[in-house]
């Protein structure tokens, strides 16, 4: 009696542990104890082929939300996206300037932008069938370009620093300010080697020195994490752009670069390595082409270079259009089908803003692509969201973004970083610093009082007092009636 008494109990505790028991530890996938190539393996053999595919878009972020009042919710179109595309990544959610139209009144700031990231992480968690979190990646090369965050020097001013551990403070600061948001990929830092002074993206990059630009574009990927996603804040780091993008023909952006195999060896290839080295799990390719390859096609720098000869095991990214770019500018794919088989092919993962990987599911039904492409790519992917624990923890809290985005400690590094880029060239007659006895100063330019132009490109806009400008520290220093400001002339048209 007492022995089955003993039993009926027993079977009654296991019952209930059974019955209690999560029901995600049912899945592989939902299960956290199990290895990441396990839940990998087993979360892409339960995926359809439109949902394979939708792990590699990446659409444009800011049209994705509403706010409304103090919260924010998903928009329209990007309960469409998630229906009809089952889309695995956004870009460029936070980001503020006048082409996505948000500014300090209708876009996000931190508080806001943790909501926003927390709103469009739960819709997709809660109505898709398996429940897949979404990468939000970042655009970050001096700073998280987002409305209240920590701007630092620009790429080329960070360069004059010469001072890796500086560099590498800028990173953890661009990574706890993304990661607090709800962010999780940062768009930098930049690797162009500037060799020609007409391209029109030289602030961006560090110079044209590859053993500087490696050494701090290093130093910025183990400030973002060094690759170790585990780490509370951490980023998949971004290298922009491969390859030989600042030397195109005429200095024109996007133009064909003519570099030979040994100096794209010597100098072009080094800072790219190096940062891969450092824990860079992510690479977006240029729109030029060298040799004739288009760099977004081009296999041997995408796999034979990146994954066989160098071991790199992130994912790559095409640079915005620049798999439509195959077709339209490049001319080498008849049709833009054709240019994402070409694209997924040669090794790009996730398709940045466009539409090309959209006929990636037709292009496997008529047999111009096998699955097992798809595959591989979607796991580059997946492994990347386990390994950053998004499964289990999804959200961030709002009000710790409210208090470490662009905190005092981070606007004194940002302040710090800056002295340290400033070289004075000569300081003929002994002019600075400015002495107070001087009668009358010229500040000249349409740059000396335009508070944009102080921060450079990828940069939001600035509440009033964060910025300023050189006429504002000279005028602070002497007094208006001794400063004589011109304008001059304009930066992109003919007014005065």
């Known amino acids: 009696m007492i022995k089955r008494l003993y039993i009926l109990i027993m079977a009654q505790i296991v019952g209930v542990q059974l019955f209690a028991q999560p029901s995600s530890l049912q899945v592989a996938y939902k299960n956290p104890d199990l290895p990441v190539e396990t839940r990998v393996a087993d979360l892409l053999s339960r995926m359809t082929l439109e949902e394979k595919v939708g792990q590699l878009l990446c659409p444009l972020g800011w049209e994705m939300y509403e706010i409304d009042g103090t919260d924010v919710r998903p928009s329209d179109k990007y309960r469409q996206l998630v229906k009809e595309r089952n889309v695995g990544m956004l870009w460029a959610t936070y980001r503020a300037d006048p082409w996505t139209k948000k500014t300090l009144e209708n876009g996000l700031k931190p508080e806001l932008a943790a909501k926003a990231g927390n709103a469009l992480q739960k819709y ?12 939000l990646a970042e655009e970050a090369p001096h700073g998280h370009m987002a409305i209240g965050t920590t701007v630092f020097p620009t790429g080329i001013g960070m360069a004059a620093t010469w001072a890796p551990e500086l560099i590498k403070e800028v990173g953890r600061v661009i990574a ?44 910025m990927v183990a400030g973002l994490g060094g690759g170790n996603l585990s780490q509370e804040y951490a980023t998949i780091a971004t290298l922009k752009h491969f390859l030989a993008y600042a030397v195109p023909e005429s200095g024109q952006n996007g133009n064909y670069a003519s570099i030979g195999v040994r100096e794209l060896h010597q100098n072009f290839l080094p800072p790219f390595r190096q940062a891969i080295d450092a824990g860079a799990l992510s690479v977006m390719t240029s729109y030029n082409s060298i040799d004739g390859v288009p760099c977004t096609s081009n296999h041997y720098l995408l ?38 088989v070409q694209a997924v092919t040669a090794g790009v993962d996730v398709d940045l803003g466009g539409d090309a990987y959209t006929s990636l599911c037709h292009a496997v039904q008529s047999g111009q692509v096998d699955e097992a492409v798809i595959d591989t790519a979607v796991c580059r992917v997946l492994r990347m969201k386990f390994e950053m624990g998004l499964f289990e923890h999804p959200y961030v809290d709002p009000k710790m973004a409210a208090r470490e985005v662009r905190s005092r400690e981070s606007i004194e590094s940002a302040r710090k970083i800056a002295q340290a880029s400033i070289t004075l060239l000569e300081n003929k007659n002994s002019i600075l610093p400015l002495r107070k006895d001087i009668n009358k100063i010229a500040v000249i330019g349409p740059n000396a009082d335009n508070q944009y132009n102080m921060l450079g490109d990828y940069t939001a806009p600035q509440e009033d007092g964060n910025v300023k400008t050189v006429l504002d520290g000279i005028v602070a220093k002497l007094s208006p009636s001794r400063v004589e400001y011109v304008k001059g002339c304009a930066i992109r048209d003919t007014t005065i």
């Open 176 to 219: 706890k300010e993304i990661r607090s948001q709800g962010g999780h990929i940062s768009y930098g830092p930049v690797l162009d080697l500037t060799r020609d002074p007409r391209w029109s993206r030289v602030e961006e990059t560090f110079g044209e020195d590859p053993v500087l630009s490696g050494t701090l574009g290093a130093a």
């Open 124 to 135: 997709v968690i809660e109505n898709t069938r398996l429940g897949i979190p979404v990468f």
């Open 303 to 340: 796999t034979q270079l990146l994954r066989n000869e160098w071991n790199f095991r992130g994912f790559v990214v095409s640079d915005l259009y620049s798999i439509e770019g195959i077709h339209e500018s490049h001319f080498v794919a008849p049709t833009k089908e054709n240019a994402a």
